[in-house]
């Protein structure tokens, strides 16, 4: 009996299908120093992330505002003291080219005012030579000479816009007449010129000598 049974449990031995065992698989040998942390690889990549990335700007603080504020302060006052500098030399520069085109137009206007400044006394002498009477021919016809010269002197200034100033019957102006005597005149008004000292004269608007006058009181 004890046989049987020992050739059916051999028998069921050798029937049952020999189970596959598993394959253990041996673990890769880690470097030295790591243990049990991330591959290396993956240790390689985080590493090469982290130098790509930008590094993140770190904000300005109060003190680097501020001193940016009195910056921008002290660049805009700059600023406005060179804008009022150019306004300031540009009306200069503006007074400066009228004044020189005033200038210009003036001396173009008043160019014989010298010329005929010193001709005045040139005039006075005529009009008191020719103011003389005589009875010699001789001497008349001298002073038909000197008055077709005092014409042609008086015709060439008057050319250049040199004129005598009305005086007699006026009334008295400061500006074109110089007072050297007063007195009570019948048939003239106070302040009217009644007598021609000196005779004056005036270059267009311009008065290169006062008359003398005498005037009614």
Same mark, same amino acid.
């Given at each position: 009996m004890e046989q049987? %049974? $020992?050739q059916v449990t051999e028998q069921a031995t050798y029937d049952e299908p020999e189970r596959e065992q598993p394959i253990e698989e041996e673990a890769a040998p880690q470097p030295e120093g790591e243990a049990g942390g991330a591959p290396l690889e993956e240790a390689r990549e985080q590493a090469g992330g982290e130098e790509a990335a930008e590094p993140a700007e770190e904000a300005p603080t109060a003190n680097e505002l501020a001193a940016a504020k009195a910056q921008i302060a002290e660049l805009e006052a700059k600023l406005s003291e060179m804008e009022h500098r150019y306004l300031r030399l540009y009306a200069d520069f503006e007074n400066f080219r009228r004044r020189t085109r005033q200038e210009m137009e003036a001396a173009e206007k008043y160019r014989a005012q010298s010329l005929a400044s010193d001709l005045l006394p040139v005039l006075d002498n005529f009009e008191r030579? =020719?103011?003389i009477e005589t009875d010699n021919e001789q001497a008349k016809s001298i002073l038909q000479g000197m008055e077709m010269v005092y014409r042609s002197l008086v015709d060439a200034l008057k050319k250049e816009g040199v004129e005598p100033i009305e005086a007699v019957g006026k009334p008295f102006d400061p500006y074109l007449h110089q007072a050297v005597m007063q007195a009570e005149v019948e048939g003239y008004e106070p302040n009217?010129? &009644? %007598?021609e =000292?000196? $005779?004056g004269y005036k =270059? $267009?608007?311009?008065?290169l000598r006062p008359a003398? &006058? $005498?005037v009614s009181q």
């Open positions: 049987g %049974e $020992k030579a =020719l103011k009217t010129v &009644v %007598e =000292l000196q $005779k =270059l $267009k608007d311009r008065v003398m &006058v $005498k």
